[in-house]
T-cell receptor
Framework: GAVVSQHPSRVICKSGTSVKIECRSL??????MFWYRQFPKQSLMLMAT?????????EQGVEKDKFLINHASLTLSTLTVTSAHPEDSSFYIC???????????FGQGTRLTVV | AQKVTQAQTEISVVEKEDVTLDCVYE???????LFWYKQPPSGELVFLIR??????QNEISGRYSWNFQKSTSSFNFTITASQVVDSAVYFC?????????????FGPGTSLSVIP
């Protein structure tokens, strides 16, 4: 299947700082990318959906000013957690889909710890 | 609205036992896709299967098999002769996929522990 690369796999940051997570589709053009958050022992919850060149669509309850999503090209989307706090510590996973494919491919995930 | 229910939160089996993970879904759409993913302790999601709503044939892949029953809105997953490496969290998921905006809705997951 297609490959989605997410970087970094783990990051520890201080409270109040910002963290950027990258999601790249390596061998296909991702017209749509999704960002999920997963708290320990819980399911994946969709945070936002982004199409290349457009503003992201955020799910209810997700602060768009805190979780900045940029989908500037067909192979790269970034999620920036601004002014991170310990409660933002979580596992963040991206997935990417191209228009003609019926499934989304997932990155390896990023474990964010805010101290 | 779409919803996926996995009633079994945690299951423990002894190695070599068979185990079935249940999945019940809800959607009003007639065209949809169902998925199973495996999430080992490392965290990455491993794609196992995709099934569209028009294909009710059961599928077998090695020790894995899936039973899709539209009449009961279920898409159950059976592991035969379980192994320790099967220990993971398994997610059933649903997507309508009308457009590229449509998202994959995940069930709560079933944590499977295979005891040697």
């Amino acid at each position: 299947g297609a490959v989605v690369s997410q970087h970094p796999s783990r990051v520890i940051c201080k409270s109040g700082t910002s963290v950027k997570i990258e999601c790249r589709s390596l061998d296909f053009q991702a017209t749509t990318m999704f960002w999920y958050r997963q708290f320990p022992k819980q399911s994946l919850m969709l945070m936002a959906t982004s199409n290349e060149g457009s503003k992201a669509t955020y799910e209810q309850g997700v602060e768009k000013d805190k979780f900045l999503i940029n989908h500037a090209s067909l192979t790269l989307s970034t999620l920036t957690v601004t002014s991170a706090h310990p409660e933002d510590s979580s596992f963040y996973i991206c997935s990417a889909r191209t228009g003609g494919v019926t499934e989304a491919f997932f990155g390896q995930g990023t474990r964010l710890t805010v101290v | 609205a779409q919803k996926v229910t996995q009633a079994q939160t945690e299951i423990s089996v002894v190695e070599k036992e068979d185990v079935t993970l249940d999945c019940v879904y809800e959607t009003r759409d007639t065209t949809y896709y169902l998925f199973w993913y495996k999430q080992p302790p490392s965290g990455e999601l491993v794609f196992l299967i995709r099934r569209n709503s028009f294909d009710e044939q059961n599928e077998i892949s090695g020790r894995y098999s899936w039973n899709f029953q539209k009449s009961t809105s279920s898409f159950n997953f059976t592991i035969t002769a379980s192994q320790v490496v099967d220990s993971a969290v398994y997610f059933c998921a649903l997507s309508v996929l009308k457009t590229s905006y449509d998202k994959v809705i995940f069930g709560p997951g079933t944590s499977l522990s295979v005891i040697p």
